[in-house]
């Protein structure tokens, strides 16, 4: 914590052209506290966003491979053509699975910065007051962080298509 101290705090800021410095200081404080909780929940809609697009993806795609391969006879795709479209798919499995370990750390870092912001707060509500009533995620039946479950997802359906494509290629 104390490089993110460090890195966000501007110690140069003085009360030249303030009447009231540690009034105009504690209203900046607050309106960068405003904003980076603002960037926060803006990073967790996209981030829901993204989840969205890859889960219709990857259902339209089951979908469609499910009606193909109902229509076809066994073994009448050529072993080549189903092992690259196996390893499109898990492909695309593994970039859905690297958003939402980026969006997860980049969430990380925004949580740091406004528990370093708290901290200048007359209260700590976000991140200390509320992780700390949510056990800090430890016990997953007072609160589950929606990332675990998140990156389960893309390794469910990459499990799908490898048994999907056992399943019809043997």
Known sequence: MAEIDDALWNEDIGADGYRDPAA??????????KLCVEMADRVSARRNLANTFFLTLHTALLAFLG?????????SVPLVLGLAALLVLLG??????????????LDKGKFAVIGALERRLPARTFVAAEWHALGEGRDWRVYLPLNRVERWIPLLFGGAYVLGFFGTAL
């Not at 105009?24 to 506290?33: G, K, L, S, T």
């Open 24 to 33: 105009a200081y504690h209203a900046a404080v607050f309106e960068q506290y």
């Open 92 to 105: 695309m499995c593994a970039t859905w699975w690297f958003t939402v370990r980026s969006y997860h750390q």
């Open 67 to 75: 009606a193909w391969f109902s229509q076809r006879p066994r073994g």
